[in-house]
């Protein structure tokens, strides 16, 4: 492959062709769309589709999709036809230090959480239009419904994604729209505005899981001042033996999301 060459010199004009050529690194860029792409695929991507969705041929991309697979940032479907993101990168992502903060805060109140409503719970932040579960807390009783750490799916479809929405500035809700699918009608986008209103309001989202029929989301944001850090959310499971009622475990989550963002509130850990 060819080999890149640094782009040396120093622009004199902000926003010029030359000025945008200086900050670019096609080589690295290649491999980053690829990740972008894979990570957002609901489906193990092939070369062919790789290729073809980025427009590039498969000489240009075959050996960064080599390398990343070398890496451990990729790996090839268990079918063997495609390629699906590691848990690697998130991995790396985890390690930042406002995030391992917020973690050891949280983990200990999840598991009050847990053991209390006998119900799973999990953390979850943002990650451009989609959520992505950071924390996880299984149920104290045999039978609970969780999802994997690094688990993630459309902001628009989660009760998640709902709080994180709702308890931000007008100005951040417009860039978050940003990301949100372009396919994503005028009339879904409104809904969900106005769903993500009335949990700002109520101060939580109690909502029929639009991924998984008969669990109920229960979510509250973790706050920093009046900004939503994380979201806490329960996907409640109603079982037999039910140890509380669904709105005794709504009261149960707005509760330790309170003393989460209290304890933050009182650290010097930045989110």
Partial sequence: MKQEQPVVGVSSKAGTDGDEQRYRAPALEKGLDILELISKASEPMSIGMITQALGRSTGELFRMIQV??????????????????TPRL???????????????????VMRELAEDAEQSCHLALRADGDIVVAA???????????????????????????????????????????AFDPQLSA?????????????QANGYDEHSSDIVPGIVDLAAPVLRGEIAAAALTMPFVRKTPLKIEQGHALQLVRDAARRISAELASSDVRV
């Fill in 68 to 85: 990343l697979e070398y890496r451990g940032f990729i790996e090839q479907a268990g079918n063997g036809i495609g390629y699906v993101p």
């Fill in 90 to 108: 998130f991995a790396l992502g985890m390690q930042q230090a406002p995030v391992k903060s917020i973690l050891e805060v949280a983990l200990p």
């Fill in 136 to 178: 996880r807390m299984e149920s104290a009783s045999l039978i609970g419904f969780s999802v994997r750490i690094g688990y993630r799916q459309p902001l628009l479809l989660t009760g998640s994604g709902t709080v994180l929405y709702a308890f931000q500035s007008p100005a951040t809700r417009a860039r978050w729209e940003a």
């Fill in 187 to 199: 009339e879904r986008l409104d809904a969900f505005r106005v769903r993500a209103d009335r949990a």
